[in-house]
């Protein structure tokens, strides 16, 4: 069974172009990609600054983007982070986060996503404000579906760490208290999860009173620890069984738009294969049909270097690779050069 699959542009760093983001969603539709949610962490008018109205030249544009999904048939959705907002859900931010809905609304938004993730958490009646939150958008959107992303939104001990312990059945709370029609991200046992089991979906579905909406962290390499890194593999671990137990599964894609979408597409090998899935012929299938043959085993020569050595550690590899690719026409390859001079790299930590 393969759930609704999609892309949250979730990332921190360097945003994608406007370009960028149409060809990839008319890429990527397909292939069975069915809805894309804008919500880049750069866009500061959906977090620190939410409160004010995005300029005229990104409104815009965004209403460019939800049209070309229309045409496309594509669900477009768009992500907000009200910074803190259960800290003091008053008639200001009431008014404010009213206005930001409506102004969603003029661009066509479908999915609309509340996001809660990466702000503290280690506070009273969590659950129950963020519930109480939801409910009043949920009265005061058009959009035709509603995600929400917890403040714990994995079981990884690292987000205690970067935003306070989370408060005891904090889980089990938001998903008591949430209207059942609400769905709710989830990235897995861990911020960026190695692997998928039905076992460990199931255990969540129990958690949550529904089946999670999968926030998939992988081929995302933003932050320090991951932009020197090219997440171009085929995916693993996330076998066909896990279908049965999402209600979708969006990818959190890379930096790198053209090359994110190898393995957006072996996704959808794995889940039409079934146990019949082999991620090294993943792989060069869908470098193939993103780069063509040529290109593609190159990639598969060097694989080993963008994902498993990255760029702070090439050393002489370094002007091999510039020769392989700086002449090459094409988009990855250019891609490839921009990492290696590293136009991609990110200093700040993140969780």
């Known amino acids: 069974m393969t759930p ?95 206005a930001k809905l409506a102004q969603f609304d003029t661009w066509g938004v479908e999915y609309l996503a509340i996001l809660f993730d990466d702000m503290r958490g280690d506070l009273p009646n969590l659950a129950q404000t963020q519930a109480e939150i939801m409910h009043w958008v949920a009265a005061r959107t058009k ?19 970067f935003f306070g312990r989370r408060p005891a059945n904090y889980l089990e709370d938001f998903g008591r208290l949430l209207d059942p029609a609400i769905e709710i991200f989830w990235t897995g046992e861990e911020v960026c999860s190695r692997e998928y089991s039905p076992g460990h979906l199931a255990r969540v579905t129990d958690q949550l009173r529904r089946k999670p909406f999968l926030w998939d962290n992988y081929p995302v390499n933003d932050g320090r620890r991951m932009s020197p890194f090219l997440h171009v593999r085929a ?29 957006a597409l072996s996704l959808c090998e794995s889940y039409r294969l079934g146990e019949r899935y082999e991620y090294g012929h993943a792989f060069l299938n869908a470098a193939t049909t993103v780069c063509g043959y040529d290109l593609a085993l190159k990639l598969r020569d060097d694989v080993i270097h963008f994902q498993d050595v990255g760029l702070d550690h090439l050393g002489k590899a370094a002007e091999r690779i510039l020769r392989r690719y700086g002449d090459v026409d094409h988009a990855a390859a250019r891609e490839i050069i921009r990492w290696l001079n590293g136009e991609y790299k990110f200093e700040e930590d993140i969780a």
């Open 4 to 98: 609704p699959l999609g892309l949250i542009e979730g990332y921190y760093g360097k945003p994608w172009s406007w370009p960028e983001r149409e060809a990839t969603i008319a890429f990527l539709q397909p292939h069975g990609y069915s809805f894309y949610i804008y919500a880049p962490k750069a866009d500061a008018h959906l977090r620190g600054l939410w409160r004010e109205p995005h300029q005229k030249e990104t409104a815009e544009a965004l209403s460019r983007l939800a049209a070309h999904c229309r045409e496309l048939d594509v669900r477009f959705g768009v992500g907000l982070s009200p910074f803190e907002l259960y800290r003091d859900f008053n008639a200001e931010a009431k008014t404010r986060l009213a």
């Open 143 to 161: 959009a035709t579906k509603l995600v929400v992303c917890p403040s714990y939104y994995s079981d990884d001990p690292v987000l205690d760490r």
């Open 235 to 263: 995916v693993t671990g996330r076998s066909a069984a896990i279908g049965a137990h999402l209600s979708a599964h969006s990818v959190n894609p890379a930096l790198q738009p053209v090359l994110s979408r190898i393995p």
